[in-house]
């Protein structure tokens, strides 16, 4: 069965930092490209960041780019999202969620909230 | 930037067929997928590539894309099949619909 598990949800303030991770089994994880998709409470999935299999391809959404950093550890079957200079509209879950392609997502995580607040 | 419009509501009565949309600029160029998402859950996957179905997901759940637009067909719907469902493409960046609330009256 795979499981993607997500970590590091927390409230935070506006202009701090965050770092979540997703540990990834049953699955072949370097053989999967990777995402991290967020949705706020009540609304709509967004679409946050991509990277390959292999790590090489890196793809942001306009909203965050130049503030959160995508990584892979295919080691230790792990997936990251640094967040930086975190604004309020960056409150959301986050799902860490993986695809055999890049054109669709096949699992998804439980999701972990990220809320950024004074 | 790439945009998926869909209907923000769709009613069926149980037994019927629901119908949803998806609509976007040349998307018959493009592979469109479409998630299920019941209240308190993350997605799930239900339509890949515009028609196929992973392991797992009734048959009555179908898929097309033609022209601007791709549509998720729901056969003999039933009650647990009531939730959000999106519509997804790929344009250089991963693209999603705004949902559409699927009510089973």
């Known amino acids: 069965e795979v499981q993607l598990v997500e970590f590091g949800g927390d409230l935070v303030q506006p202009g701090g930092s965050l770092r979540l991770s997703c540990a990834a089994s049953?699955?072949?994880?370097?053989?999967?490209?990777m995402n991290w998709v967020r949705q706020t409470p009540g609304k709509g999935l967004e679409w946050v960041s991509f990277?390959?299999?292999?790590?090489?391809?890196?793809h942001y959404a306009d909203s965050v780019k130049g503030r959160f950093t995508i990584s892979r550890d295919n080691a230790k079957n792990s997936l990251y999202l640094q967040m930086n200079t975190l604004r309020a509209e960056d409150t959301a879950v986050y799902y860490c969620?993986?695809?055999?392609?890049?054109?669709?997502?096949?699992?998804w995580g439980l999701g972990t909230l990220v809320t950024v607040s004074s | 930037s790439y945009e998926l419009t869909q209907p923000p509501s769709v009613s069926v009565s149980p037994g019927q067929t629901a119908s949803i949309t998806c609509s976007g600029d040349?998307?018959?160029?493009?592979?469109v997928s479409w998630y299920q998402q019941r209240p308190g859950q993350s997605p799930v996957l239900v339509i890949y590539?515009?028609?196929k179905r992973p392991s797992g997901i009734p048959e009555r759940f179908s898929g097309s894309n033609s022209g601007n637009t791709a549509t998720l067909t729901i056969s003999g719907t039933q009650a647990l099949d009531e939730a959000d469902y999106y519509c997804?493409?790929?344009?250089?960046?991963?693209?999603f619909g705004g949902g559409t609330k699927l009510a089973v009256l």
């Open positions: 049953g699955l072949t994880f370097r053989n999967y490209e």
């Open positions: 990277i390959s299999s292999g790590g090489t391809t890196i």
């Open positions: 997804q493409a790929w344009d250089s960046r991963m693209v």
């Open positions: 969620a993986s695809g055999y392609s890049s054109s669709w997502i096949d699992y």
């Open positions: 590539q515009d028609s």
């Open positions: 040349r998307l018959w160029n493009k592979y």
